[in-house]
């Protein structure tokens, strides 16, 4: 079982940058897509972005598109959101999520993945 743990989430003015960090437990992680989501008040969870298992190859949802930019370090099992030009449509819960396999390609549905992490809270305030 694979756990994952958010953090760095947090209260940012409109037109700030903030990032996000998801650590996993284990020894696998090299060998999983990893994938960011995000959900508000109300609302579906979303993709949001998602990086092959090497970190080769990187998806965005048009909304962020510009804007954030994922990243893992391997080595240290993280995964990484830089999120910039925030503002207040991006206030979510934003989760990071794995899915096993060394896969690639545009993994946008939640459904997809096999594990999850708890979520961080970011607000953007404008």
């Known amino acids: 079982q694979v756990q994952l743990v958010e953090s760095g989430g947090g209260l940012v003015q409109a037109g700030g940058s903030l990032r996000v960090s998801c650590v996993a437990s284990?020894?696998?992680?090299?060998?999983?897509?990893m994938g960011w989501f995000r959900q508000a008040p109300g609302k579906e969870r979303e993709f949001a972005a998602g990086?092959?298992?090497?970190?080769?190859?990187?998806y965005y949802a048009d909304s962020v598109k510009g804007r954030f930019t994922i990243s893992r370090d391997n080595a240290k099992n993280t995964v990484y959101l830089q999120m910039n030009s925030l503002n207040a449509g991006d206030t979510a819960v934003y989760y990071c999520?794995?899915?096993?396999?060394?896969?690639?390609?545009?993994?946008?549905?939640?459904?997809?993945?096999?594990?999850w992490g708890q979520g961080t809270q970011v607000t953007v305030s404008s």
């Open positions: 284990g020894r696998t992680f090299s060998t999983y897509y």
């Open positions: 999520a794995a899915k096993r396999g060394r896969n690639n390609g545009l993994r946008a549905s939640p459904s997809e993945y096999d594990y």
């Open positions: 990086i092959s298992w090497s970190g080769e190859s990187t």
